[in-house]
């Protein structure tokens, strides 16, 4: 518990354990003038159905350059994004002693207060605080939720249901833009757990020697994630690091692995990471839709033939996801592991 960065102590230099390797560090050419692609999705699910070739040309689009970008218009609304970025600060400002209950540094659990990240565990902390917690369905997950702060559940049940319609209505603009069969999406390759990271990046004395979390891509198959108003994502675009700057009530969605491997890398899982700082502290949600355990992945027989070739081999995802672990989430290690040699 003691770990908690959000446990209200000023730091006025970085402690010992944050501070990285000077390879490591936060410098290093981010670039100013590339920016993410922002998506009009005509309010969502609903969108107009001329509208739809032209959705899915720049989703795709955005997917293949950037494997980032930002949705806006996304049948979401305002007051409840407020609401959940509110309820997600009350719980990070809460006295020590009322979150001492969800604290945990048990990886094994699912639901769990934590400092840093579960990857590299033998080497540098990472200034982040997280409530790791899994979200559906709403009724099979909510008792497992905090009590605290009040309306948290209830907000939280609208935002997951709303946020996961959000990822479907993309990945169903994905499938149909990809000639895949309709629903391909569908059943256990999006029926695992959808888990939602509440990050707490406090305002940090010395950015420059330390990050929020290490560059990495995600495991899972879509991420939706609500930045808050204070910048600090930046993705690995040509070589360089690109700012994803906050736009408000708009959501960023990256591609996980799994959906790399299944459009055989037609659409990148592209490196991220999150730097610190020190003006502001920083609040963020990350949802991931996740398959389920026992999925099989593979790329999809649309996406291969005798000139394009499977680029990865198959397997179950819960095999995959102890892979990812090992290797400490790093993109180059984790793709190499399940290419196809030759």
């Known amino acids: 518990m003691d770990n908690l960065l959000s446990n209200g102590q000023v730091h006025q230099t970085v ?3 944050f501070i990285l390797p000077p390879e490591n560090r936060v410098p290093g050419e981010v670039s100013s003038t590339v920016r993410l ?6 309010g969502g699910p609903h969108c107009h159905v001329e509208d739809r070739d032209q959705l899915i040309g720049e989703v795709l689009l955005a997917g293949k350059e950037f ?21 997600t600060e009350k719980f990070f400002n809460m006295p020590k002693e009322d979150k001492a209950e969800y604290y945990s540094e048990d990886t094994s659990k699912t639901n769990r207060l934590f400092s840093s990240t579960i990857y590299g565990k033998d080497g540098p902390r990472y200034w982040r605080d997280c409530l790791k917690l899994a979200c559906y369905p709403v009724a099979e997950t909510i008792n497992e939720w905090p009590d605290k702060p009040a309306k948290l559940k209830e907000v939280l049940a609208k935002f997951i249901v709303e946020a996961r319609e959000v990822s479907m209505t993309l990945l169903s603009l994905i499938c149909e833009g990809l000639g895949l069969k309709k629903g391909y999406f569908g059943g256990d390759l999006s029926s695992g757990q959808v888990l939602i990271n509440a990050n707490y990046y406090p305002r940090c004395p010395e950015p420059d020697l330390t990050l929020g979390l290490p560059p990495h891509s995600d495991r899972n198959l879509i991420t939706l994630l609500l930045q808050g108003a204070v910048s600090g994502l930046q993705i ?22 799994q959906l790399e491997i299944i459009t055989n890398g037609v659409l990148k899982s592209v490196e991220h990471r999150a730097i610190t700082n020190s003006g502001a502290a920083r609040t963020s949600l990350a949802v991931f839709i996740m398959p389920a355990m026992e999925s099989f992945i593979s790329p999809a027989k649309e996406m291969v033939n005798e000139e394009n070739p499977p680029l990865y081999k198959s397997f179950v995802f819960k095999d995959f996801l102890r892979i990812y672990t090992d290797l400490s989430a790093k993109r180059v290690d984790v793709m190499e592991a399940f290419k196809i040699s030759g």
Do not use: C, T, Y
């Open 67 to 87: 494997g980032f970008f930002q949705v806006i218009n996304h049948g979401v609304s305002e007051q409840l994004m407020a609401d959940m970025m509110q309820v």
């Open 236 to 257: 690995m675009h040509q070589g360089k690091w690109v700012r994803a700057e906050p736009i408000q009530n708009a959501f960023v969605i990256n591609f996980g692995h």
């Open 37 to 42: 692609p922002v998506i009009d999705l005509r």
């Open 15 to 17: 402690p010992k354990q």
